[in-house]
């Protein structure tokens, strides 16, 4: 079973920062699309970023400037900084790895999902 771990969420107020963590296994890392993901209950997973294997990334539009997606190669640590956090950015956050079109908005295109983390933000 491929197993992605998530880490670096929690309870934080607005207009703080986080930085999320993701770790997979290398042969996933080095060689796959990988990207970051997050839902609220009753709501569909939306997509945020993604980075391909060149380090080329997409981001969805509404929160592009407030998000940068990023991996240490050294650590094969995947990352998701995010600035200026909001209420509306409650939810559960997830990496994932392998689409073909490593889009951010390709939800469906990811064959590969981490468990989550969550980020409670308050205001």
């Known amino acids: 079973q491929v197993q992605l771990v998530e880490s670096g969420g929690g309870s934080v107020q607005a207009g703080e920062s986080l930085r999320l963590s993701c770790t997979s296994p290398q042969w996933l890392y080095v060689s796959y699309c990988m990207g970051w993901f997050r839902q609220v209950p009753g709501k569909e997973r939306e997509g945020i970023a993604t980075i391909d294997q060149v380090g080329v990334t997409d981001y969805v539009a509404s929160m592009k400037g407030r998000v940068t997606i990023s991996k240490d190669n050294a650590k094969e640590i995947l990352y998701l900084q995010i600035n200026a956090l909001e209420p509306e950015d409650t939810a559960m956050y997830y990496c994932?790895?392998?689409?073909?079109?490593?889009?951010?908005?390709?939800?469906?295109?990811?064959?590969?999902w981490g468990q989550g983390t969550q980020v409670t933000v308050s205001s």
């Open positions: 994932a790895a392998a689409s073909t079109e490593c889009l951010a908005r390709d939800v469906e295109g990811f064959a590969y």
